[in-house]
């Protein structure tokens, strides 16, 4: 699949996302049209300074007409929210803009869209993004996340990192919300979602701090100093992690204390930065090990 471009290729010729949205539903630029309800196409202001951005439909969003309304739109709220983004903000929307399913009896299961779909598709991704020029994108899963970062990411390898694309706004890749669904167990999607809440929170870091520039370096800090490239997303983090906590049995030993929680910290601290006092880095290192420990559920 080629890499989005955001630079190449045609937009459409108007100066609103209402008028995007009309064009977009009669568009018979691929045959995705042809079996699904309607387009679904994004939704969220044209100032919004984050766009999100998902594979396709899924089968209520298609019946819905609108993006993210379904399970795991559900997910993506209650996400957002945990890490303090208001999604009425955002502008969600899909590389794909039609559903594209497979019929089982009266069930539609998902089908991938493929390369061809998704570069026809690509002209309205490309309009709704010249339109709004966001801050920042979030890839939610592999297909957005290959399409606009490259063939090479791999989500469990690269969550939570922002890229640098020459021709686009910085993108944060992570998993799309539908993954946590699939879980098999309560616990193992509980710590899920909080993985993804912190990769959610690297958001926040980007546009409070007004650090965009400072994504440049992601890739080497991770690389040298993994502890450190989960510094910064300390405090809805940890709120996460005692959210978490407070819905396990208490009467579970493995969870550790707060106390010990912070006790282990200071060890932390002191193997990666060199004995820091800094309290709000303490408290970064709090969460990482939130983190560890929503990983040992
Ligand atoms: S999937 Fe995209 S390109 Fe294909 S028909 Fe729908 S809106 Fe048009």
Redesign the pocket.
């Given at each position: 699949m080629d890499t989005f471009d955001l630079r190449e290729g045609e937009t459409a010729n108007v100066g609103s996302l209402r008028e995007l949205k009309a064009q977009?539903e009669h568009?018979?630029?691929?045959?995705?049209?042809k079996h699904?309800t309607q387009?679904v196409f994004g939704e969220g202001p044209m100032q919004a300074e984050i766009i999100l951005i998902g594979e396709?439909p899924g089968d209520k969003e298609d019946l819905a007409g609108r993006p993210f309304v379904g399970p795991a739109g559900a997910v993506l709220n209650e996400s957002l929210s945990r890490a303090g983004i208001d999604r009425e903000r955002c502008y969600i929307t899909n590389t794909?803009?039609?559903f594209?399913f497979t019929q089982r009896g009266k069930r539609r299961l998902h089908s991938k869209?493929n390369a061809g779909?998704i570069r026809?598709?690509a002209?309205?991704l490309r309009s709704e993004l010249k339109l709004i020029e966001p801050k920042i994108i979030v890839a939610l899963g592999a297909t957005a996340a290959g399409y606009l970062v490259g063939k090479a990411v791999r989500i469990t390898k690269d969550r939570g990192t922002i890229f640098r694309p020459q021709n686009l706004p910085p993108v944060l890749v992570t998993i799309h919300p539908s993954y946590i669904l699939r879980m098999r167990d309560r616990h193992t999607a509980n710590a899920e979602q909080i993985k993804f809440v912190h990769d959610l929170n690297r958001l926040k870091e980007v546009l409070d701090q007004g650090r965009v520039g400072a994504a440049k370096s992601d890739i080497d800090r991770r690389n040298n100093h993994e502890p450190l490239h989960r510094m910064n997303c300390s405090a809805n983090l940890f709120r996460s992690w005692r959210h978490a906590r407070s819905r396990r049995n208490e009467s579970n030993g493995s969870w550790k204390t707060q106390n010990e929680v912070h006790g282990q910290s200071q060890n932390c601290l002191a193997r990666d930065t060199g004995q820091s006092e800094d309290p709000h880095e303490h408290e970064a290192a709090v969460a990482v090990l939130a983190i560890s420990e929503a990983r040992a559920l």
């Open positions: 977009a568009c018979k630029r691929c045959d995705l049209y699904a387009t396709q794909v803009k039609h594209k869209p779909e026809q598709c002209w309205w």
